[in-house]
């Protein structure tokens, strides 16, 4: 609440060290604000611009005293003289400019403070986002209670390098327009990508992921701040974003306008801004000066301002009457008293309107409507209050008494029943009349105690004839007693006297007039307010409710006058006089503070211009003198500190167009630089205050919305973050009422408005363009949200030749086109630049990016990290842009494809710099053709077909190069190969596999956009696996050849390991196959699989044969020696006297043993051993039954049987172990043997008798026999 004044405000000021009474002045109450809702007031305010001179010619304030402290001492005296004369002429100017927006925020009747406005959220500041940038940090560090999964973790890294980190992140924060609430819009929409990206979770929702994912996230934000302060504070906050009250908005223009507290009250008190009356009698002198001043263009139209036609001058008349009848009727419409907005009187204010020819002092009677009684009903409310009563002392103590109450003969009250002894009651009566001079009656009763006593006895009475002068305080009245009452009693009562709203003024003068009041005679009068326009002096009689006589007070002056010593002899000492035209009213008061508040009164209700002034001063005292005095005070003071000349200044004299301009100006700065994020929109309690001074002080619509874009573009053009869907309402509005559509009800358009036009649309059409180039830093993230959208609204209304005419496509493609050219070559530098810093923050270089001057492998790092950065460039642009580019994704399309051409310049300089034959430039390639791939709109465009020819030729010469190479690894490789074992074959087998297979796989990555020659390099290279595989099977068959031709085929040979390497390649080979040349169903002309299998499976049982061939060679020798003891032969009658043991069978069976053991151990493959050892045991078992059968015809010697026993068992049971298929096993070659041994074994038994046979292959005797002998 503002007070009156204040000792902290005096101990500040160095105004007031001597003037005692403004630190007691007393307290002013401000009434609350209108707060209701109303639609966009800037597209509905209406008001006239006037050509008069501006207050610096004209107004003249006390001298100024500049302090030496603030003078420069390096300025000239002249100067620094000078520059105080300015500043002291522009504190005038804003002082004067204050006392309208006072005005305008005690007593408004034509605006409110909108409720439908958006809610503008807190600003972050530069220091702001430090701190948010160290709370981010501080989570990625881990040193926070807040517990997060990796994903968040992840999301909080992303937007922390790539949002918090950026420099557009800083511009937008300098730039004012970067809320809270963009950077956890930015974060949200980031995570939403990553959430709906994640997998499903049973029983857990991804909506409810991203809740606390964002509650983990404003945890961050806010840190560790006190949550039980913040919701009181943003409370606070966005209260005063809303509605303001009156106090709030003084303080606030305090602050715009730079108008010091002492020199606010001073203006409050002198203004009278508490009181109601004196500000609507100020509107109405305001009003009938405009009235005069529109008179004053119309009898010479060169005051007034040069319109586009020359018809519109007197139309431009109508308009100013028009708006004065508007603010009439405004303030007609606000409510007087109960009951008499609707009287007929009410009308009065449009017929004076009319006829603007007369002045609203100087109304004739013919053109007033005749005054009722019905017009002037009063209504009191009066209270009485009986308290107690003094002098019974002839009643006996305990005898009851009691008090009744009546107005004007209406109805009795009675208080409670009170003993004689203590008769106090305190009881109040509440009562209505329509009397002025209402006649209360209290009369003092006893209880009768006798038996046929009827009424009670009356102890006395009073009578009371209050006025609303009366005072309130509790009195003393003696009461009339009846003869049989000795005692003298006295009776407390307060009597209080309510005002009715309509009765300004009231007390007993004497009058004389003309035509009423012709006798000079004491009268009680009352100031009666019909309506805002309309009042009336009427004198009233005891008891009667209805005026005895009245006159109404339109077109009246009053003024102090001298004593009449001719009246004056009959009664009254202190005269002033009412005149107009044909009549006068003289009135005489007994005091001098009487008759200052009947003129005080008077010339609120006459709307006159002349301020009377009162002959002589008033000392303090008491009631109404106070109230004079301290009136006289204010105006004393505020006429000491210069503070007069801007209270009396008449405001029809002033260029109100300019004052506005520079009101509107220091507002918006002042909404610029408070903590709301605001983008150039006012705040309600701003715009409310701009609607009532338009409104109030004739201020046109266009002539206010050209100067605030002036002032937004003014801003905008500074780096400011100005919202477009501002700037295109107030654009909107001038282009209509340009272009006749009247926006506001004015139909007249001036010459300067044209001219401001058409300077602010070029302006805002550079600037629009600018903005959409630099879309990327003046809408970074796309904040403010749909700001970029709204600028290429604006953009198309602009370019519109009329508000009626639309602007052919064509031309805002054109424009367009040619911003989103300039934005791919600013976009491109600014990404370059940054490369270029990212790079000297290194330290390592201080070339330029790219430069001739670097080593290549640098040149093309450099271009790499570029790439990178350019295709950040591009996804933000896709992710924060394309919607707003939505009309026009041809035109973004074409933005992209010129964005890479620019870097192709920088790509195919680096990529000439390399050296030949060096492959380091190949994850560039990838790098751009993953991210072309997958972009429908660049997949296949100039860039990517640029990207295609560059990279073509170096893919082949790459494929050429290693196919040589691994050319000359297998014919270098097999020539120095030893076939040592090395993974699934040897050294040279697996380089030449690996080489393949990461060929292949590097071909295969780079995703070649191109069908046709992708399909042709996937021919290639299965072709030149194939071939490889082949070569490398050649190589290993030949060296399996020069190996098993080595050893000897006895019992002592072992299969080399050399040889199993050799296994293990082809088999390698053929699994390699599969992989590097695998059959192609859906294509029958490259059958590169069926090819190499064939190959491979050929030398494969090649391989196999010959090892059988080499292993049964042996078996063959021992038969050979096995032979030599045949029947009948030379050696077998010569062997017959020897004692053989079994060594050549166990050796037999020990070289079966061992090489199946290291064949199994070395060879990879099982399915090769199975074929190996199936045709081992085969090739046995077929020569055993070829000796065999040889020797059908002969008994086999002991010796010979035992050793075919053994061999034949060892084979069966070893095979066996090695998962020899049993139907290979038991084969008929396997039984015809079994059956031929079992027979010579039972022979050999009954020849020789029961005795010990060594080996005991198939027969069931001797067992334990054969196991001891194992």
């Known amino acids: 609440m503002l007070k009156s004044s204040s000792s902290e405000d005096e101990s500040e000021s160095e105004d007031y060290p001597d003037d005692p009474d403004i630190s007691h002045s007393s307290q002013r109450n401000l009434r609350e604000g209108v707060s209701a809702s109303s639609n966009d007031s800037l597209a509905h305010s209406t008001s006239a611009v006037h050509t008069r001179g501006s207050l610096s010619d004209r107004s003249v304030g006390r001298p100024s005293s500049p302090s030496h402290s603030v003078s420069t001492s390096s300025e000239p005296p002249g100067r620094e003289e000078e520059r105080a004369l300015r500043e002291e002429e522009e504190h005038k100017r804003r002082l004067q400019l204050y006392v309208f927006v006072m005005r305008c925020i005690a007593y408004p009747f034509n605006a409110k403070q909108p409720t439908d406005m958006v809610r503008r959220q807190t600003k972050v500041t530069r220091q702001q986002l430090q701190i948010i940038k160290d709370r981010f940090q501080t989570f990625l560090n881990g040193d926070t209670q807040i517990v997060a999964d990796e994903a968040f973790c992840n999301a909080v890294q992303s937007y922390y390098e790539v949002f918090l980190k950026s420099d557009r992140v800083l511009k937008m924060v300098n730039s004012g327009g970067c809320s809270s609430n963009d950077f956890r819009e930015v974060f949200k929409n980031n995570v939403e990508k990553r959430v709906r990206s994640l997998p499903e979770i049973d029983g857990l929702s991804k909506e409810t992921v991203l809740s606390s994912w964002m509650t983990k996230f404003d945890a961050i934000y806010r840190g560790e701040e006190d949550q039980r302060k913040q919701p009181q504070r943003l409370s606070t906050l966005a209260g005063s974003e809303l509605i303001l009250s009156k106090e709030q908005l003084y303080e606030m223009f305090q602050n715009i306008l730079g108008v010091k507290k002492f020199e606010h009250q001073l203006l409050y008190n002198a203004c009278q801004l508490d009181n109601a009356d004196e500000q609507a009698a100020q509107i109405r002198r305001e009003l009938d000066g405009r009235l005069q001043f529109i008179e004053s263009i119309a009898k010479q139209p060169k005051k007034g301002p040069k319109f586009v036609l020359k018809e519109m001058e007197e139309m431009y008349v109508e308009e100013l009457r028009a708006q004065v009848n508007l603010l009439m009727a405004n303030l007609e419409s606000l409510p007087v008293s109960k009951g008499n907005t609707d009287s007929k009187y009410s009308l009065q204010k449009l017929k004076r309107a009319q006829n603007t020819a007369v002045s609203m002092m100087e109304v004739t009677e013919d053109s007033e409507p005749t005054l009722s009684k019905a017009d002037v009903v009063l209504s009191f409310t009066l209270e009485v209050l009986v308290m107690e009563v003094k002098g019974l002392k002839s009643l006996a103590p305990n005898r009851i008494v009691y008090c009744t109450m009546e107005v004007d003969g209406g109805d009795k009250l009675q208080t409670d029943q009170a003993e004689a002894s203590k008769p106090a009651w305190d009881t109040q009566g509440d009562f209505t ?472 310049v920088d790509m195919d300089a680096a990529l000439e710099a390399q050296p030949q034959d060096t492959w380091d430039s190949f994850p560039l390639f990838q790098l751009l053709n993953d991210y072309i791939r997958s972009d429908p709109n660049l997949n296949g465009g100039r860039f990517h077909q640029h990207l295609r020819d560059t990279f073509a030729s170096q893919v082949i010469r790459y494929v050429d190069l290693m196919e040589s190479s691994i050319a000359q690894s297998i014919h270098k490789g097999f020539e120095k190969e030893r076939w040592q074992p090395e993974g699934n074959g040897t050294p040279t087998s697996e380089e030449i596999f690996w080489k393949l297979d990461a060929l292949q796989s590097f071909i295969r990555e780079l995703h070649w956009p191109d069908e046709e020659f992708a399909r042709h390099l996937d021919h290639r290279l299965k072709q030149m696996a194939a071939d490889m595989v082949e070569s490398c099977v050649n190589r290993t068959m030949k060296a399996f050849e020069c190996w098993i031709k080595k050893g000897r085929t006895t019992t002592d040979y072992r299969v080399p390991s050399e040889i199993c390497v050799m296994f293990n390649v082809l088999n390698d080979a053929r699994n390699q196959s599969l992989k590097l040349c695998p059959p192609n169903r859906d294509q029958e002309t490259y059958q590169y699989h069926t090819q190499i299998e064939s190959v491979i499976q050929g030398e494969n049982k090649k391989m196999v044969n010959e090892l059988v061939t080499k292993l049964t060679q042996v078996l063959r020798n021992v038969l050979d020696k096995l032979a030599r003891y045949d029947e009948g032969t030379f050696f077998a009658s010569i062997l017959s006297f020897t004692n053989p043991g079994m060594e050549l069978a166990d050796a037999y069976a020990e070289f079966i043993c061992d090489n199946l053991e290291d064949i199994t151990a070395r060879t990879h493959d099982d399915q090769f051993l199975l074929c190996l050892y199936e045709a081992w045991y085969t090739s046995n078992m077929n020569l055993l039954c070829d000796w065999l059968s040889d020797r059908m015809e002969i008994q086999l010697h002991i010796y010979q049987l035992n050793t075919l026993l053994r061999i034949t068992k060892k084979m069966y049971t070893d095979m066996e172990l090695h998962c020899v298929a049993e139907k290979i096993l038991n084969s008929r070659t396997y039984e015809t043997i079994k059956q031929r041994l079992q027979v010579e074994e039972a022979t050999a038994s009954v020849m020789q008798g029961e005795g010990k046979i060594v080996y005991n292959g198939f027969s069931k005797k001797n067992d334990s026999d054969d196991e001891d002998d194992d």
């Open 433 to 904: 009349t329509t009397h002025p001079m209402p006649i209360v009656k209290v009369k003092l009763y006893t209880e009768n105690t006798g038996m046929l006593s009827i009424d009670d006895t009356l102890l006395g009475k009073v009578v009371v004839r209050p006025t609303p002068n009366s005072p309130k305080t509790p009195e003393w009245y003696k009461l009339y007693t009846p003869k049989s009452v000795t005692d003298k009693i006295t009776l407390k009562l307060a009597v209080r006297m309510d005002k009715p709203q309509n009765m300004k003024h009231c007390g007993w003068t004497y009058c004389q007039g003309r035509t009423a009041w012709k006798k000079w005679k004491k009268r009680f009068y009352v100031l009666v307010q019909v309506s805002q326009y309309t009042f009336a002096m009427c004198s009233y009689r005891e008891k009667k409710a209805d005026p005895n006589e009245m006159m109404q007070l339109d077109g009246f002056t009053v003024n102090y006058i001298d004593a009449d010593q001719e009246l004056e002899a009959q009664g009254g000492r202190f005269f002033f006089k009412a005149v107009k035209e044909g009549d006068s009213l003289t009135f005489a008061c007994d005091e001098e503070v009487d008759r200052q508040l009947w003129v005080q009164a008077i010339y609120r209700a006459t709307g006159q211009s002349y301020k009377p002034v009162p002959p002589t001063q008033i000392s303090g005292g008491k009631g109404s003198n106070a109230i004079i005095s301290r009136l006289q005070g204010d105006a004393d003071r505020a006429r000491k500190h210069g503070m007069d000349e801007f209270i009396q200044r008449n405001p029809s004299t002033f260029n109100h167009a300019q004052l506005f301009k520079l009101l509107q100006e220091l507002m918006l700065d002042h909404r610029l630089n408070d903590s709301f994020s605001c983008l150039g929109w006012f705040s309600p309690g701003q715009i409310f205050v701009l609607d009532e001074y338009c409104a109030r002080y004739g201020v046109r619509g266009c002539h206010r919305h050209l100067c605030y874009l002036d002032n937004l573009l003014d801003r905008a053009e500074n780096s400011q973050m100005i919202d477009p869907t501002l700037i295109h309402y107030s654009f909107a509005f001038c282009a209509s009422h340009v272009h006749g559509n009247r926006p506001d009800g004015n139909g007249t358009v001036t010459v300067e408005e044209t001219d401001k036009f058409e300077e602010i649309k070029e302006r805002l059409r550079v600037l629009l363009e600018y903005q959409i180039t630099h879309f990327r830093y003046c809408f970074p993230f796309g904040r403010p949200d749909q700001a970029l959208k709204a600028a290429l609204s604006l953009l198309e209304r602009v370019l519109m030749k009329d508000i009626a005419t639309p602007i052919p496509q064509e031309e805002v493609f054109s424009t367009i086109e040619k911003c989103l050219k300039n934005a791919a070559l600013v976009n491109y530098e600014q990404v370059s630049t940054y490369a270029k810093i990212e790079a000297d923050e290194g330290g390592e270089r201080t070339e330029s990016l790219n430069s001739i001057d670097l080593p290549p492998e640098r040149r093309l790092e450099d271009v790499i990290h570029l790439a990178e950065l350019c295709i950040d460039v591009l996804q933000q642009n896709d992710e924060h842009h394309a919607e707003a580019f939505a009309w026009f994704s041809d035109l973004l399309i074409e933005h992209a494809e010129l964005f890479w051409s620019l870097y192709a």
